[in-house]
């Protein structure tokens, strides 16, 4: 408001008639003069001071931006975790992709049931022994950097020993008298045992995402993450990661694409997959040099982690629990049955789905070469939609909580996954909707599964897997590493192999993967029933954890003052 503005709301009565009479020149006409000057400056100035306050300066477009950023000893800790993240996705997205392609290529998509059963299954469970005993040896860190490392040794042998020696080394002699020997029934594991090292290629990539990144990483970050940065967090921490989805797709398909150029006489495969690999290494190197420096500046800064979040140590040593006794203590606990079931029913219900896709998938790009880069492009697409869903995500958090955000990829899964076997089932039904759009019945169903599964892919890693490790939090030292690693490294393949083996029996008794399609779909829909029926009640026993320790963290303050 400018000075004449100013001056309307500044008016003053005139002075009174006995000062007029006075000589201007009179100390006492003075004195009454130089008064009524100070008070006009004086509520003139108040007035303006008042106008300013009223209309603030405008934000620049920088303060409104890093009025938004976590604070610095937030931003200290949470960058790092989040290029961490970056680089585990963007190592099993090329895991996942090259593994599919190894084995659909070389023994049919049949033997994955087999595989998710009678491989991943018992490596998980062996896994989880080898675990519960280092970490009763181990410090935590030395875990993490004895596993990761023995994570990309195998896989860079695998590309360096393994694969260029693969006829030497595998038992095409034994297996072929096998094959005449046993049913035709025996061809799946006949055709893993002929390739094992194939075979073993797939376990460890598998392993990666159950291992390096459902327990290796979220368990790192739940020791360094409060629950309430959590909540604001953790939906971000997968949009650096899910940028690399976008990003390693693409290099699946580079790679597919110089594969495909190669001359003859080379292997074009084999060139290729020292590229894949290669790249999986070069990122591991970041995350562990990435992981050093969290361990050196952040998790030994009081500002970025409160000491009180660490493992207590306790002065008597606890007597060690035999690995049947583990499991019948995590047994005899709802909340972790609880989010076993969560983890189980997300393998079983992804599964049945995502085998049923790839089939059709296989059928509509028989050549390894078009395989390789429809994955490629499938995987770019799920970390498009997976950031957009991350930027949700934090809203959904925020405005509805815990069980509404727990409860989104259930439903997601099970709508898309019931429209993908309709498709399936009435396929002549669709007919006219796939002319219309210009391809077969057979390419709009590899398109809906498409969409199915990075759908499902994106709620997860937006939604689930936050809310999963949230529920970690509030548990006991005991529960978080040894529930934990049971619920993450024993659930997810016992979910995939319970799909599996639900896959065989049906197989076995219709004669068909295609003439079980409506009993999968009835099926999934039991999965996604007993899903939600956990995930309401865990977000009862969440919430009143969470309020136990609020509660627990006042008296200990109380006690402290």
């Given at each position: 408001?400018?000075?004449?503005?100013?001056?309307?709301?500044?008016?003053?009565?005139?002075?009174?008639?006995?000062?007029?009479?006075?000589?201007?020149?009179?100390?006492?006409?003075?004195?009454?003069?130089?008064?009524?000057?100070?008070?006009?400056?004086?509520?003139?100035?108040?007035?303006?001071?008042?106008?300013?306050?009223?209309?603030?300066?405008?934000?620049?477009?920088?303060s409104k931006f890093t009025?938004?950023?976590?604070?610095?000893?937030?931003?200290?800790?949470?960058?790092?975790?989040?290029?961490?993240?970056?680089?585990?996705?963007?190592?099993?997205?090329?895991?996942?992709?090259?593994?599919?392609?190894?084995?659909?290529?070389?023994?049919?998509?049949?033997?994955?049931?087999?595989?998710?059963?009678?491989?991943?299954?018992?490596?998980?469970?062996?896994?989880?022994?080898?675990?519960?005993?280092?970490?009763?040896?181990?410090?935590?860190?030395?875990?993490?950097?004895?596993?990761?490392?023995?994570?990309?040794?195998?896989?860079?042998?695998?590309?360096?020993?393994?694969?260029?020696?693969?006829?030497?080394?595998?038992?095409?002699?034994?297996?072929?008298?096998?094959?005449?020997?046993?049913?035709?029934?025996?061809?799946?594991?006949?055709?893993?045992?002929?390739?094992?090292?194939?075979?073993?290629?797939?376990?460890?990539?598998?392993?990666?995402?159950?291992?390096?990144?459902?327990?290796?990483?979220?368990?790192?970050?739940?020791?360094?993450?409060?629950?309430?940065?959590?909540?604001?967090?953790?939906?971000?921490?997968?949009?650096?990661?899910?940028?690399?989805?976008?990003?390693?797709?693409?290099?699946?398909?580079?790679?597919?694409?110089?594969?495909?150029?190669?001359?003859?006489?080379?292997?074009?495969?084999?060139?290729?997959?020292?590229?894949?690999?290669?790249?999986?290494?070069?990122?591991?190197?970041?995350?562990?040099?990435?992981?050093?420096?969290?361990?050196?500046?952040?998790?030994?800064?009081?500002?970025?982690?409160?000491?009180?979040?660490?493992?207590?140590?306790?002065?008597k040593k606890k007597a060690?629990?035999?690995?049947?006794?583990?499991?019948?203590?995590?047994?005899?606990?709802?909340?972790?049955?609880?989010?076993?079931?969560?983890?189980?029913s997300y393998g079983m219900?992804?599964?049945?789905?995502?085998?049923?896709?790839?089939?059709?998938?296989?059928?509509?790009?028989?050549?390894?070469?078009?395989?390789?880069?429809?994955?490629?492009?499938?995987?770019?697409?799920?970390?498009?939609?997976?950031?957009?869903?991350?930027?949700?995500?934090?809203?959904?958090?925020?405005?509805?909580?815990?069980?509404?955000?727990?409860?989104?990829?259930?439903?997601?899964?099970?709508?898309?996954?019931?429209?993908?076997?309709?498709?399936?089932?009435?396929?002549?039904?669709?007919?006219?909707?796939?002319?219309?759009?210009?391809?077969?019945?057979?390419?709009?169903?590899?398109?809906?599964?498409?969409?199915?599964?990075?759908?499902?892919?994106?709620?997860?890693?937006?939604?689930?897997?936050?809310?999963?490790?949230?529920?970690?939090?509030?548990?006991?030292?005991?529960?978080?590493?040894?529930?934990?690693?049971?619920?993450?490294?024993?659930?997810?393949?016992?979910?995939?192999?319970?799909?599996?083996?639900?896959?065989?029996?049906?197989?076995?008794?219709?004669?068909?993967?295609?003439?079980?399609?409506?009993?999968?779909?009835?099926?999934?829909?039991?999965?996604?029933?007993?899903?939600?029926?956990?995930?309401?009640?865990?977000?009862?026993?969440?919430?009143?954890?969470?309020?136990?320790?609020?509660?627990?963290?006042?008296?200990?303050?109380?006690?402290?003052?």
């Amino acid at each position: 408001m400018g000075l004449a503005g100013a001056s309307a709301f500044t008016l003053t009565p005139p002075p009174p008639a006995n000062l007029a009479l006075t000589s201007p020149r009179s100390p006492l006409s003075h004195t009454l003069t130089s008064q009524f000057r100070s008070t006009q400056k004086s509520s003139l100035f108040s007035t303006l001071a008042a106008d300013d306050a009223s209309n603030p300066p405008k934000k620049s477009f920088w303060s409104k931006f890093t009025g938004v950023l976590p604070p610095a000893n937030e931003r200290k800790k949470l960058i790092p975790l989040g290029l961490i993240f970056f680089c585990n996705l963007f190592n099993y997205t090329i895991l996942r992709d090259t593994k599919d392609v190894i084995m659909v290529s070389n023994c049919g998509a049949e033997v994955i049931p087999f595989l998710k059963t009678y491989v991943n299954l018992p490596g998980a469970i062996l896994f989880t022994v080898l675990y519960s005993k280092m970490t009763d040896k181990m410090s935590q860190p030395n875990v993490y950097r004895s596993i990761v490392l023995s994570f990309l040794a195998f896989f860079a042998s695998f590309a360096l020993i393994l694969y260029p020696n693969a006829n030497a080394i595998h038992p095409h002699a034994l297996c072929d008298t096998l094959a005449k020997a046993l049913p035709a029934g025996f061809a799946a594991p006949i055709g893993i045992f002929r390739y094992w090292s194939f075979s073993l290629f797939y376990l460890m990539a598998e392993m990666w995402g159950s291992v390096v990144v459902s327990l290796l990483f979220w368990g790192f970050a739940n020791t360094v993450t409060t629950v309430d940065e959590a909540k604001k967090y953790y939906p971000l921490f997968g949009m650096g990661a899910n940028i690399a989805l976008i990003f390693s797709g693409q290099y699946v398909r580079l790679v597919s694409m110089l594969r495909a150029a190669a001359g003859p006489g080379v292997d074009g495969w084999g060139m290729s997959l020292k590229l894949l690999m290669g790249g999986v290494l070069g990122s591991g190197g970041i995350m562990l040099a990435l992981y050093e420096f969290m361990q050196r500046k952040v998790v030994t800064d009081p500002n970025c982690v409160d000491p009180n979040m660490a493992p207590k140590k306790s002065k008597k040593k606890k007597a060690k629990m035999s690995m049947g006794e583990s499991f019948k203590f995590l047994a005899d606990s709802k909340y972790i049955r609880n989010l076993a079931t969560l983890v189980v029913s997300y393998g079983m219900a992804i599964n049945i789905v995502e085998v049923s896709w790839k089939s059709k998938l296989k059928q509509a790009f028989p050549d390894p070469n078009a395989y390789s880069a429809f994955m490629g492009s499938f995987s770019s697409a799920t970390g498009a939609v997976t950031f957009a869903m991350m930027l949700i995500g934090r809203s959904i958090f925020a405005r509805f909580g815990w069980k509404v955000a727990a409860l989104v990829t259930p439903t997601m899964i099970g709508v898309t996954g019931l429209m993908f076997f309709s498709l399936t089932l009435f396929s002549g039904f669709f007919s006219p909707v796939a002319a219309a759009f210009g391809m077969t019945p057979l390419m709009l169903a590899v398109i809906v599964g498409a969409a199915q599964n990075i759908l499902s892919k994106s709620s997860k890693y937006s939604l689930f897997d936050p809310c999963k490790e949230m529920a970690y939090i509030p548990l006991d030292e005991e529960s978080k590493t040894k529930g934990k690693a049971a619920v993450d490294v024993i659930g997810n393949p016992l979910g995939k192999s319970g799909g599996a083996f639900i896959q065989q029996v049906l197989i076995f008794g219709v004669g068909s993967l295609a003439a079980s399609t409506p009993y999968l779909a009835a099926i999934l829909g039991l999965i996604v029933f007993s899903w939600f029926k956990s995930a309401s009640s865990l977000s009862v026993q969440f919430e009143e954890a969470m309020s136990k320790g609020t509660e627990e963290e006042v008296v200990d303050a109380q006690v402290l003052e």
